[in-house]
């Protein structure tokens, strides 16, 4: 096997997901969006990073209306968690070239309208968005795995397949986002 680490083909296939992860994308993804998910993702931003509120537009007086109920924080969240349903819908059966176009071109309304996030948000919007989607939803519980119940280090029957179709997911749409951006 020839290994070529510096070809457009290596990188295509880095971001490239398996039909195991697109099943596994899109199966979370139902599960996350009867949870509100684009709310979830964008108080996560805004924890972490307070100045997504500026970059989302929310602004409030914090001493007498709550961020996370006023009405710039809904429509944002519902752009987020429209966006990630259209894109996560089309898996699969559109080609990922529109899904790329249409990140593409968010990308370029962010640019117009003066939104610039930086390498550093960005990663701050994948990992948000890939922790808060492949949650379970339920209660946080410790994180420690009993080894004695893992059968392999890697089963394709676990979060693991999950977590890595959502990882490949974002970094793609992400990297077209930016692109966009880029102008």
């Known amino acids: 096997m020839k290994l070529n680490c510096f070809s457009r083909n290596s990188e295509r296939s880095m971001y490239e997901l398996s039909s195991d992860e697109m099943q596994a994308v899109r199966d979370s993804w139902k599960r996350a969006k009867e949870r509100e998910i684009g709310k979830h993702i964008l108080q996560a931003l805004?924890?972490?990073?307070?100045?997504?509120?500026?970059?989302?537009?929310?602004?409030?007086?914090?001493?007498?209306?709550?961020?996370?109920?006023?009405?710039?924080?809904?429509?944002?969240?519902?752009?987020?968690?429209?966006?990630?349903?259209t894109a996560v819908s089309s898996l699969g059966f559109c080609p990922i070239g529109n899904?790329?176009?249409?990140?593409?071109?968010?990308?370029?309304?962010?640019?117009?309208?003066?939104?610039?996030?930086?390498?550093?948000?960005?990663?701050?919007?994948?990992k948000v968005t890939v922790e808060s989607v492949t949650q379970d939803g339920g209660s946080s519980?410790?994180?420690?795995?009993?080894?004695?119940?893992?059968?392999?280090?890697?089963?394709s029957n676990s979060s693991t397949v999950v977590i890595i179709g959502w990882e490949k997911f974002m970094s793609s749409v992400i990297r077209e986002m930016k692109r966009g951006e880029l102008l």
């Open 46 to 85: 805004i924890e972490r990073k307070p100045q997504f509120k500026d970059y989302f537009g929310i602004h409030v007086d914090e001493k007498n209306d709550d961020v996370f109920s006023c009405r710039e924080f809904m429509l944002q969240s519902h752009r987020i968690q429209n966006f990630l349903d």
């Open 99 to 126: 899904i790329h176009q249409m990140a593409y071109r968010i990308g370029q309304i962010h640019f117009y309208r003066g939104v610039n996030f930086g390498a550093d948000n960005w990663l701050t919007f994948k």
């Open 141 to 155: 519980e410790s994180s420690v795995i009993d080894m004695k119940s893992v059968p392999s280090l890697f089963p």
